[in-house]
T-cell receptor, first 111, second 118 residues
Framework: KNEVEQSPQNLTAQEGEFITINCSYS?????LHWLQQHPGGGIVSLFM???GKKKHGRLIATINIQEKHSSLHITASHPRDSAVYIC?????????????FGKGTKLTVNP | DAGVIQSPRHEVTEMGQEVTLRCKPI?????LFWYRQTMMRGLELLIY????????DSGMPEDRFSAKMPNASFSTLKIQPSEPRDSAVYFC????????????????FGPGTRLTVT
């Protein structure tokens, strides 16, 4: 079992819909990251959070430490939101830290 | 700032050849990361440096892979000899992380180098 699981793997939505992407993890973490990978391949860091909720424009990221779960929400989705969204966790390991990635969720927003 | 710069953007080489990937981090950033992305395994951290010193190379797949950071503005990832299974996109990222961990500052990714080994 992967330490970081994302669902769904693929998601298709119509423009304007509210979108939720989920991330569950099975290890203790010091931070959780959401990344966006554009169709051209570029990667952008969207959020880094260790508790509560963060908001940036139409994107909202939440985390529940007790349930080991995070969600990424996109309000009023737009075709330009089409991308792969990747969840990653920073987990303490032997005095250092390890970064573990989920496999990503491919989002397609149709006009 | 120009962001993280990687070169080359595409590399096609034959099995057995040496491959060198290059990265210039954002000026002033303390940490540099090398990642590999494949369809099968997704994104994987290979190695990261803090203040030019390698902190954790446990993700480097085998001895054929080596990475250096001779100064704060340049790093290389070398594969010698290359094999077809090394075909992937290799990303470099940098951040302001002061102490070589991942919890405080976001990472800025380069555009990646697409490597094909035939």
């Amino acid at each position: 079992k992967n330490e970081v699981e994302q669902s769904p793997q693929n998601l298709t939505a119509q423009e304007g819909e509210f979108i939720t992407i989920n991330c569950s993890y099975s290890v203790g973490i010091s931070a959780l990251h959401w990344l966006q990978q554009h169709p051209g391949g570029g990667i952008v860091s969207l959020f880094m959070l260790s508790s509560g909720k963060k908001k940036h424009g139409r994107l909202i990221a939440t985390i529940n430490i007790q349930e080991k779960h995070s969600s990424l929400h996109i309000t009023a989705s737009h075709p330009r939101d089409s991308a792969v969204y990747i969840c990653a966790v920073t987990t303490p390991q032997g005095g250092s830290e390890k970064l573990v990635f989920g496999k990503g969720t491919k989002l397609t927003v149709n006009p | 700032d120009a962001g993280v710069i990687q070169s080359p953007r595409h590399e096609v080489t034959e099995m057995g050849q040496e491959v060198t990937l290059r990265c210039k981090p954002i000026s002033g950033h303390n940490s540099l990361f090398w990642y590999r992305q494949t369809m099968m395994r997704g994104l994987e951290l290979l190695i990261y440096f803090n203040n030019n010193v390698p902190i954790d190379d446990s993700g480097m797949p085998e001895d054929r892979f080596s990475a250096k950071m001779p100064n704060a503005s340049f790093s290389t990832l070398k594969i010698q000899p290359s094999e077809p299974r090394d075909s992937a996109v290799y990303f470099c990222a940098s951040s302001l992380e002061p102490s070589g961990v991942f919890s405080s500052y976001e990472q800025y990714f380069g555009p990646g180098t697409r490597l094909t080994v035939t």
